[in-house]
């Protein structure tokens, strides 16, 4: 689709779609939205929670996204990972994306619906006695589903992903999508962008593998369906490798303990991580594994260490960011993988895998070690833990709207984003564009992409959207007014 010339886009001149130029590549525009949101998981939900909440209507928003629910694409990863709804995530009581307020909390919800108080007195007692309380994956999706009804989400969805994001000429945007098969547009006042992660990080050395091997299946990444390939290692037996020292390598090692001992076969673990925490960092670091509560301290979400991210200039926001988020597991009171290496299936192999070969359907990982040398990992299977990959402009509308707009990507992936959240050159007109979760992964809050960072972000964004007119501002009186319809279970 051509609808302006193919040049880069600089400050004075972009690419700009007038309502006439749109109508001549046959394009109707089937929506008209004040306030359009595109991606339609946690992050749109976040923005259009609040803003329902503030009073706007349903008529003046569209999330644009193929997912009926807010949280479909987030499930689905836990459902890869192995979790199921009994698991526990990573994450605190209050950090409820379907209750602004955060109050009454997941705890206190899951109290009521076991009538137990246990999972109040984990509240209570965290930092004191035991591991805290964190939401199972059902209580988190219940309470999703509960609020998205409530607030008319699916009325306001397109179930279609985008494709395009054209600036308007006058001001305003064009989102573009793909309704039965024919190009449409969706023309809006402002427009918020939450993506999500692309997919799956792929480091060099598995995209050299993958080329060499297309149709192999022996490497995986740990949002694959694994479900197959755990039961075959399993059945057989033999070696495997795991890379990775986040929560999602952890989750594939305890899948691997419990299928060892489901069927009783010589299962034989390596382990390679690229570095071995000695305690320098000043955290909990035992066993290959850096160990903190969240995915960043707690101060860098509402204390010091927020204040102190917001006052560093870029490149050394970016450097904080990533030593603050590195991989890193919640604290246990016991080792869970104890027994493995008490009995001899488990090593951890510490340096950097710089080539995967495969022969005989066999693996082989050449890892360059840190005291230099190098060591061959052979097994029948590769799961790769090394995370999400974080650079938003993987996202063809992002890669599109990077190349002929002035909007730019920072050192970690993420578009620039000023502290309202707003894209930097990304405005049009009176109309602006805003950008929250990983796909503004560098901005000035670090755990961007944290159900309390989505809350924060959606906050402010909405508090400048008001200011412009669009919705109404939280007021302690509209604030309580909001908290006694939601308590209440008021649709909105």
């Given at each position: 689709m051509t609808i302006s010339p193919e040049k880069p886009a600089t400050q004075d001149a972009e690419r700009l779609v007038s309502d006439e130029?749109?109508?001549?590549?046959?394009?109707?525009?089937?929506?008209?939205?004040?306030?359009?949101?595109?991606?339609?998981?946690?992050?749109?939900?976040?923005?259009?929670?609040?803003?329902?909440?503030?009073?706007?209507?349903?008529?003046?928003?569209?999330?644009?996204?193929?997912?009926?629910?807010?949280?479909?694409?987030?499930l689905a990863r836990c459902a890869a990972l192995g979790l199921d709804d009994d698991s526990r995530l990573r994450s605190e009581s209050a950090a409820r994306l379907d209750n602004l307020w955060g109050f009454p909390g997941y705890a206190g919800h899951e109290a009521r619906r076991t009538r137990s108080l246990r999972p109040l007195a984990q509240l209570l007692l965290e930092g004191v006695y035991g591991d805290g309380y964190r939401p199972t994956v059902?209580?988190?999706?219940?309470?999703?589903?509960?609020?998205?009804?409530?607030i008319g989400w699916r009325a306001m969805t397109t179930r279609v992903p985008a494709e395009y994001l054209f600036k308007r000429s006058g001001g305003g945007y064009f989102v573009i999508v793909r309704e039965r098969g024919e190009l449409a547009a969706i023309r809006c006042d402002h427009v918020h962008l939450a993506l999500g992660s692309p997919g799956p990080r792929v480091t060099p050395e598995v995209a050299a593998y993958r080329e060499q091997f297309p149709d192999s299946t022996l490497l995986t990444t740990a949002y694959d369906d694994n479900d197959a390939a755990l039961a075959t290692?399993?059945?057989?037996?033999?070696?495997?490798?795991?890379?990775?020292?986040?929560?999602?390598?952890?989750?594939?090692?305890?899948?691997?303990?419990?299928?060892?001992?489901?069927?009783?076969?010589?299962?034989?673990?390596?382990?390679?991580?690229?570095?071995?925490?000695?305690?320098?960092?000043?955290?909990?670091?035992?066993?290959?594994?850096?160990?903190?509560?969240?995915?960043f301290p707690r101060s860098a979400y509402t204390g010091s260490l927020r204040d102190e991210l917001a006052t560093l200039d870029?490149?050394?926001?970016?450097?904080?960011?990533?030593?603050?988020?590195?991989?890193?597991?919640?604290?246990?009171r016991r080792d869970p993988l104890a027994a493995a290496r008490a009995e001899g299936w488990y090593d951890a192999v510490v340096g950097e895998v710089d080539r995967i070969t495969e022969q005989d359907g066999r693996l082989s990982a050449s890892v360059r070690l840190q005291n230099g040398k190098r060591m061959t990992v052979n097994g029948e299977h590769f799961f790769d833990a090394v995370g999400l990959d974080t650079d938003t402009a993987a996202h063809p509308l992002v890669a599109d709207l990077v190349a002929f707009s002035p909007v730019t990507t920072n050192a970690l992936g993420g578009l620039r984003v000023d502290e309202q959240w707003a894209v930097d050159g990304g405005a049009s007109g009176d109309g602006r564009m805003f950008a929250t979760g990983s796909t503004a992964r560098g901005a000035l809050l670090g755990p961007v992409d944290s159900f309390l960072g989505l809350q924060q972000a959606a906050l402010s964004v909405a508090d400048t959207l008001a200011a412009a007119g669009v919705g109404a501002p939280l007021t302690p009186l509209r604030s309580a007014r909001g908290w006694f319809q939601w308590i209440g279970g008021t649709s909105l």
């Open positions: 130029q749109l109508a001549a590549t046959n394009i109707p525009v089937t929506r008209t939205a004040t306030v359009a949101t595109i991606g339609g998981g946690l992050g749109s939900f976040a923005l259009v929670d609040r803003l329902r909440v503030a009073g706007l209507p349903t008529d003046e928003i569209v999330v644009v996204g193929d997912a009926t629910s807010p949280g479909a694409a987030f059902g209580i988190v999706r219940d309470a999703l589903d509960r609020e998205a009804r409530r290692v399993a059945r057989r037996g033999g070696d495997v490798i795991v890379r990775g020292a986040g929560e999602a390598a952890l989750q594939l090692l305890r899948r691997l303990t419990e299928a060892r001992e489901r069927h009783g076969r010589d299962l034989h673990v390596w382990h390679v991580v690229r570095s071995w925490p000695d305690g320098s960092s000043g955290r909990d670091e035992r066993l290959g594994f850096r160990h903190q509560a969240l995915d870029e490149p050394a926001r970016g450097a904080a960011i990533e030593e603050l988020g590195a991989a890193s597991v919640r604290p246990h």
